[in-house]
């Protein structure tokens, strides 16, 4: 058994006790089997009903908390996962298997399918195959978007990324999608050149990873058609997407 890096995964059985250091996988497994999951990070707010001890950030975990769990798998992503804390839990001798960042919504949906059905030995759940259904579909192409992550510096979406992808998948393309970087640091200047000059026509504007409102965020983009949007629907690949696409349209339309 080898995770999304083709790294060995040295389970010594089924899974009974996962720690997902992963907000969207821990919605996944939590959902698909209920119970799985034996501790998970601060920033894991679903299902809204999962009560398990909490480890700390993704990005900055408390490893002796997640050791201290003695769970029989670790999941962790690429993007959102540091190699080092990574290693030290293998170091420990508990498994992990870490998820490739994925590019487009299939590329996702593919990982996690393959975590849940080969690495968790979980039946293909319902809401897998509904959000695959209900995200093939490519239409034109009616409108075209910056998407700031963060701010204090500002952060936009760039090339080969999921919500990009989520994006496109709704019409909407992505001004910063040809960038040399996947998430590219541009001035509010540069931004905002690009709304002036018609190069994008719109600001979609998440809630995570920074918690934009519509008292901070819109207003650094003055006369510019700006969407508020959930981050779980847009960035998250996980059982939202089973109904993510009608919402994220819904919003956007507006």
């Known amino acids: ?35 799985l999951v034996a501790g998970a990070t601060d ?18 975990p ?7 769990l003695r769970p029989d798998l670790v999941v962790a992503n690429a993007e959102e996962n540091r ?41 293909e759940p319902r809401w897998l195959v509904d959000a695959e259904r209900s995200w ?11 998407v700031p992550v963060w701010r204090r510096p500002w952060v936009v979406v760039g090339r080969d990324t999921f919500a990009g992808d989520v994006l496109r998948r709704l019409g909407v393309a992505n001004a910063y999608a040809t960038d040399p970087d996947r998430y590219p640091r541009p001035s509010l200047e ?4 690009r709304l002036d000059s018609g190069e ?5 504007l998440p809630d995570e990873p920074y918690a934009f409102t519509p008292d901070d965020g819109p207003e650094a983009f003055p006369g510019a058609r700006c969407a508020l949007v959930s981050g779980r629907l847009l960035t998250w690949c996980g059982p939202s997407l089973a109904h993510a696409r009608a919402e ?7």
Do not use: F, N
Request: proline residues 11%; glycine residues 8%.
């Open 1 to 35: 058994m080898t995770d999304d890096l083709g790294e060995p995964v040295p389970l010594a059985g089924l899974p009974a006790r996962v720690v997902s250091l992963v907000p969207s996988l821990t919605d996944a497994i939590e959902t698909s089997r209920p119970g």
């Open 43 to 60: 920033y894991c707010t679903h299902p809204p009903a999962l009560d398990v001890p909490r480890v700390g950030g993704s990005k900055y």
């Open 62 to 68: 408390r490893v002796d908390d997640v050791l201290e």
């Open 83 to 123: 190699p080092e804390d990574v290693q030290r839990i293998r170091a420990d001798g508990i498994p992990v298997w870490v998820t490739a960042a994925a590019a487009t919504v299939p590329e996702g949906l593919g990982s996690v399918r393959r975590l849940l059905t080969q690495g968790l030995s979980i039946p």
């Open 136 to 146: 093939r579909e490519l239409p034109p192409i009616h409108a075209t978007a910056i």
């Open 190 to 193: 540069a931004l905002r050149a």
């Open 200 to 204: 994008a026509d719109l600001v979609v």
């Open 248 to 254: 994220l349209a819904d919003t956007l339309a507006r």
